[in-house]
Structures are given as structure tokens and as C-alpha cells.
């Protein structure tokens, strides 16, 4: 992603930014941040895809890599306001959503049972080089009432950041996944709320960001 530095901070340069079509954001982790833009049609392929993406920077010749760390939307548009960036580093651990893969026949579907999947992503901390692509779950041996959770699976190299217990992926009776919600990952629904509450503040709220504190580094 090509990116140009900010020449000024505020609300202002902002909203200018913006109606050109432009998102702010601002790249953190390393020895200084760095503020700049970048065209919101280059979030394509970054926000709308299932992948984990490490983002190759390039900001005026500086290039790094980066994972990206959070983005704000506008409440009603849905379009970009701004992007935070997490510099990263070959030798320094990162965390970040990778997303899994199913693998395997289960009994229990076979048999008339519902597959539930509950995390369709699961947070990890690895070295940039052990990152994987996706995670594989395998369900050949769930019957109908079992599920598999975070503690079960492991992956070489890789930390899971998601509780031991949480459940993955379930197999349910097809009545009793019929009563149930699919596909909805936990803390999905009340993330849901929240952001909306706090959408609420619109953009004025998102520039209102522009001129607080730093990102702090997770």
C-alpha cells in the first residue's frame, strides 16, 4: 500500500482528506509514528477479504511492514475514516486473527447433526516468519454434542491468544441448531452494540481522535 505523509494533523486536513477520497492513518510500533494517508480504494484488499494480510507500507520511500490494527467507519456511509497500523519487526512477536480452515467428515453430521462455527478467526502471537496462512481444524471425529475449543488445537511456533475453552467449531442436533444462533462468533453481538454506541459519535468523533493522544502499542 503507497501512502503520503501528512503535512498537518487536525480535523481539518481531515475532512479534506477525505472528500478527495483519502483515508488518515497513522503507522505505530517503531521509533516514531509516522502520520499519513492513502487512497481508500487501496483498503480492498486489505479490509475486505477473509485473509490475514501483513501490509507492505510505502510511505514517500520508507517502506516496513505492518499489520493493520484498527479501522474506524462512518455510522451511516460505512465508508473509512481512519486506519491505525502496527509496525512489525522479524525478531519481535505479533498478534494477530488468523483464520481457520475445517477439515475433515464429521460422524455426527453425517448422521443429520448441524456444524456450528464460532470462531471463524482465531487471535495468535508469532514471529512474522511463523505466521500461518490459516489454522486447520479437523472435525472427523466430532459426533452430534461435541465441539472442538481454542486448547485442543496447535499450530508449531504459535501462541493461541483466545481462551483455552473457547469453542471453535460444534456439531448440534438439527433441531437444537435450528433454536440456536449460526455462525456468530462469541462477543460478536455485544462488540455489535458497543460500536454502534460509540458509532453514534460519527465523524465528528473520529476527527476528534485525530488531535488526542498516541495509539498506545498493544
Not at 89 to 108: A, E
Not at 188 to 207: H, N, T, Y
Amino acid at each position: 500500500m503507497s501512502g503520503s505523509p501528512r503535512e498537518n494533523v487536525g480535523k481539518k486536513d481531515a475532512r479534506r482528506l477525505r472528500r478527495e477520497g483519502n483515508v488518515p492513518c497513522v503507522v505505530y510500533g517503531g521509533e516514531k509514528q509516522i502520520h499519513f494517508f492513502a487512497s481508500e480504494k487501496s483498503f480492498k484488499d486489505v479490509v475486505y477479504t477473509p485473509d490475514a494480510c501483513i501490509v507492505q507500507l510505502d510511505i514517500k520511500g520508507e517502506k516496513m511492514e505492518s499489520v493493520l490494527q484498527d479501522i474506524q467507519y462512518h455510522p451511516v456511509t460505512d465508508r473509512i475514516l481512519h486506519a491505525d497500523f502496527l509496525e512489525i519487526f522479524p525478531d519481535k512477536p505479533v498478534k494477530i486473527g488468523i483464520p481457520i480452515k475445517i477439515t475433515g467428515d464429521s460422524p455426527g453430521v453425517l448422521a443429520g447433526g448441524k456444524m456450528l462455527i464460532k470462531r471463524r478467526r482465531l487471535d495468535v502471537i508469532a514471529l512474522p516468519k511463523h505466521l500461518p496462512d490459516e489454522i486447520e481444524v479437523d472435525i472427523s471425529a466430532l459426533e452430534i454434542g461435541d465441539s472442538v475449543v481454542v486448547g485442543e488445537l496447535s499450530v508449531d511456533d504459535v501462541e493461541f491468544a483466545d481462551p483455552a475453552n473457547a469453542v471453535v467449531v460444534l456439531v448440534k442436533s438439527a433441531r437444537a441448531a435450528m433454536m440456536a444462533p449460526v455462525d456468530l462468533e462469541e462477543g460478536e453481538e455485544a462488540e455489535g452494540e458497543a460500536a454502534e454506541g460509540e458509532a453514534a459519535e460519527g465523524e465528528a468523533g473520529a476527527d476528534a481522535a485525530e488531535g488526542g493522544d498516541a495509539p498506545k502499542e498493544e
